[in-house]
Nanobody
Framework: QVQLVESGGGLVQPGGSLRLSCVVS????????MGWFRQAPGKQRDLVAH???????NYADSVKGRFTISRDNAKNTIYLQMSSLKPEDTAVYYC??????????????WGQGTQVTVSS
């Protein structure tokens, strides 16, 4: 059974930094692209950053130069280093992974989300 578990959220002051982690647990699958999304109250869930299995990255314009996505394939883990945080970065952050199971089924899996609050 595939599970994604995020960690690292919390309360931070404007200008501060946080590092999110997402671990994919289970066995017998191949992980393709992975990403971070966020959803603020009353808004849709938007892509923040994406990384392919080979490490090619893509960012939302609003976070370019401030956030860095990375992955450790050996640990089935991705990270989101967030710097120069702004109040508008406040949201629930979700991890996603494109996974092919041993039986050949493809699906996108989501974590439960971690709250990031940027406030003084």
């Amino acid at each position: 059974q595939v599970q994604l578990v995020e960690s690292g959220g919390g309360l931070v002051q404007p200008g501060g930094s946080l590092r999110l982690s997402c671990v994919v647990s289970g066995s017998g699958f191949i992980i393709g692209g992975m990403g971070w999304f966020r959803q603020a109250p009353g808004k849709q869930r938007d892509l923040v950053a994406h990384i392919t299995r080979s490490g090619v990255t893509n960012y939302a314009d609003s976070v370019k130069g401030r956030f860095t996505i990375s992955r450790d394939n050996a640990k089935n883990t991705i990270y989101l280093q967030m710097s120069s945080l702004k109040p508008e970065d406040t949201a629930v952050y979700y991890c996603s992974a494109a996974i092919t199971t041993a039986s050949g089924l493809f699906n996108t899996y989501w974590g439960q989300g971690t709250q990031v609050t940027v406030s003084s």
